[in-house]
């Protein structure tokens, strides 16, 4: 069992119920290989988690950073910016879902560690909403959690066959012009 096969059946199962829920004994069975094996690979189930979490970010970070630098202006910017976190979202590595997990019960040196990773690719959000041409009373902070929010809630709701990732990014983005 590869390192990469035991990630992505990890990130799968941690987006679908949750890493308080997710034990290493269910990651190994739904891998197929003994529990134990696992060890070889992660010392331990914080190891997996901050590993399976660090590959999200990387991924939706370059699906994010690619859409951007396509883009002509701040408003279509935004927008590719979240029609890729989306698709990140929704796409069936399920690495870059574990963003949106609950860390709270998590412990509090892992929860920073994941936190850092976090607010660092949201550094990217920050800028965009920056650049854009909003009235001068808004809050840019509360807007653009918001829009995250939102963003971040569509795996809850969302059935394939439905709307594209694409066009219901676009419609959250237009909704708040």
């Known amino acids: 069992m590869s390192r990469e096969t035991l990630m992505a059946v990890s990130a799968r ?56 630098a396509a883009a002509d202006s701040p408003w279509r910017r935004l927008e590719a910016a979240c029609v890729a976190h989306l698709q990140s979202l ?24 994941l936190i850092a990773m976090r607010d660092s690719y949201e550094r990217r959000f920050i800028d965009l909403v920056t650049a854009l041409p909003l009235g001068p009373g808004m809050d840019r902070t509360l807007w653009r959690l918001q829009l995250l929010g939102a963003l971040n809630w569509t795996p809850t709701w969302y059935r394939p066959g439905g709307k594209s990732p694409a066009k219901i990014a676009r419609a959250l983005v237009e909704a708040l012009k």
């Open 13 to 68: 199962l941690f987006a679908r119920g949750g890493f308080d829920a997710t034990s290493m004994r269910d990651i190994a069975g739904e891998a197929g290989m003994l529990a134990g094996s696992m060890y070889y690979h992660f010392p331990s189930k914080n190891d997996l988690i901050a590993a399976v979490y660090e590959e999200g970010v990387a991924e939706i970070s370059a699906a994010v950073d690619a859409a951007v």
């Open 90 to 113: 929704l796409s069936d590595t399920a690495h870059a879902a574990v963003m949106t997990a609950d860390l709270r019960r998590l412990d509090a040196r892992l929860r920073r560690r």
